[in-house]
């Protein structure tokens, strides 16, 4: 892009659902890059099979994920990547499922994120798939706060809870990384939409996929030029 030449932004397509349900809807081999983050496996508490990371056990976590991602290996490209940011205790087991399944990703790498604002789960992988092999991966350390909390009814629950959403520095780094110019991105747990955010500004072709009614119209809010 030339210097000082105005970025084109292109409208996002937000779709409000489960990601399991649109994924099989978006076209083969039509998106760039993924960026994802899914709801934490949460240890404790109702066990709620529908919602999403309140499964029985860690194990029907892993394979529920892992139904997102083959999905996502279909809709991205050859050279596709896939970026999928995790707690580091989830991360292990679905690194074990992807050995032990033989999944058809040519390569996993690993970032790691360093949350300044959390005391507790400050410590977070992504996990870099790629449909491609990528001979000069390297990982790296992003240290940087996650979002001010935000308050929204879970779907499935009907309670009011609270979310932090990854920081701007992480989607901006995969697509300064994996993404050409005017590309697709996709986020199929968009949540408030920060992925949204950053590759509609940064004149990417954004698509969010969220369950929450709430956070898909804060996200088309958020977005508007």
């Not at 996650?146 to 009814?153: R, V």
């Not at 520095?169 to 005017?182: D, N, Q, V, W």
């Amino acid at each position: 892009m030339a210097s000082g030449a105005k970025t084109k932004l292109y409208p996002p397509r937000i779709y409000c659902g489960d990601a399991l349900d649109v994924l099989p809807t978006l076209p083969l081999e039509s998106v760039d890059l993924c960026v994802a983050q899914p709801p934490y496996y949460v240890r404790s508490g109702t066990r709620m099979p529908e919602v999403w990371g309140m499964e029985r056990t860690i194990d029907d976590y892993a394979h529920r994920i892992y139904s997102v991602i083959d999905q996502i290996y279909r809709v991205l490209r050859p050279d596709g990547v896939l970026w999928l940011v995790i707690s580091a205790e989830d991360s292990l087991f679905l690194f074990g499922l992807w050995i032990q399944t033989k999944r058809p990703w040519s390569q996993m790498g690993l970032h790691l994120w360093i949350d300044r604002r959390s005391r507790f789960l400050n410590k977070n992988h992504i996990l870099v798939f790629f449909k491609d092999f990528h001979q000069n991966f390297k990982g790296i350390t992003i240290r940087a706060s996650s979002t001010k909390a935000i308050s929204f009814t879970e779907p499935g629950t009907g309670k009011r809870v609270g979310y932090r959403a990854f920081p701007l520095r992480i989607p901006r780094a995969a697509i300064l990384s994996h993404c050409p110019e005017g590309g697709v991105v996709l986020d199929p747990f968009m949540g408030q939409g920060t992925t949204i955010q950053v590759a509609h500004r940064m004149g990417c072709r954004a698509i969010g996929i969220e369950i929450s009614r709430e956070l898909c119209d804060l996200s088309s809010e958020d977005t508007k030029t």
